[in-house]
Structures are given as C-alpha cells and as structure tokens.
C-alpha cells in the first residue's frame, strides 16, 4: 500500500530574465577629438524583495579612452556607475510557508558599452546588461512512500568459494623458494 508524505524544502519559485539599456554622460577634463574605446569592468551587484518586487541594486567602472589636443595626446577616463533596477518576477506557485524569500541574481551578460558618441563637451553612452533573477523559497512536495518492507535476505558463506580460494593459495605456494 502506498502513502504519501509531504516533505517541505527550498526550491525556484520564480525565475526571470530581463535586458537593460541605460544611457549616461561624462565630463572629461580635456576637449575629446576621438573615443577610441570603452570597457567596463568590476560589476558588482546583489538583489532583495520589496514590495513583491525585486529590486537589484549594482555598480561597474566605465573606463573611457580618448584623444585629445589633436589627435596627440591620450588619457582614460574612469567613471563608477551605481545603477538600481526594478523588475517584478512571476511567482510560479504559492509559497505562503515563509516570508523569506532568497533571492539569486546572475549576470547573463556582462555590461558592455555599446555606443559613444561626444557631443558638445560631454561624452554620452550607452550600456547594455542582461540579468537573470531567481526567488528561492520554501515549498511543499507530496512523496510516495511505500510502507510493506521488503524482507530481509538472508547471508551465507558458500563454502564451496572458501574451498576454492584454499586450494588456489596451497597451489601458489612454492616450498623451494629459498
């Protein structure tokens, strides 16, 4: 006969993914000719519930490299950025068992600078990022136990091997070794 038991444990409760543009603009120190390249590095970034919403706070450096002074001179520029971001994330089941939810952020594409322009004195660009959220928290599964043991198997030794191994260790042994 079969019963079923109920085992509470952690599991994914919501999961989603979403991508982000977001423009900004610099003031260099010099009059810039030409951006000859941006990166951005050191993302950092970490996620909580609020308001049945998550809300993701991070931070990244934007190194800007660029010319000046006619094409002549060089310099980097470094910028840290703080961004917060705001995404609402489908709960796929209730999961009223606690108000405790953890909440996984992954980075499914690191930010990358995917326009410069200079206009004016400033230089404005654009970063582009994809984040994957995930809720953890507590659920309940239904288990299927069966409740007939099934019996015992009882143990032997088979002489027949014991015998076996004897002969083949008396045959192995030679009495003119030294």
Request: a negative charge.
């Amino acid at each position: 006969m079969t019963a079923y038991k109920e085992i509470v444990t952690k599991a994914v409760i919501g999961k989603g993914k979403k991508f982000f543009q977001n423009a900004y603009s610099v003031t260099p120190e010099a009059d810039v000719n030409t951006v000859l390249g941006c990166w951005v590095i050191n993302h950092q970034f970490s996620g909580a519930e609020k308001n049945d919403k998550i809300i993701i706070k991070g931070r990244y450096d934007v190194n800007m490299w660029y010319s000046y002074d006619n094409d002549t001179k060089t310099a980097v520029l470094t910028k840290t950025i703080d961004y917060q971001e705001e995404v609402k994330v489908k709960i796929k089941e209730d999961s009223d068992l606690s108000s405790h939810k953890e909440i996984i952020i992954r980075a499914l594409k690191q930010p990358n600078c995917i326009k410069v322009d200079v206009k004016d004195e400033l230089i404005e660009f654009i970063v582009e990022k994809e984040l994957g959220i995930e809720v953890v928290g507590e659920t309940k599964i239904k288990v299927g136990v069966e409740t007939d043991e099934e019996p015992w198997e009882e143990l032997v030794e088979d002489e027949a091997l014991t015998q076996d191994v004897e002969e083949e260790i008396e045959q192995s042994i030679e009495e003119d070794f030294l």
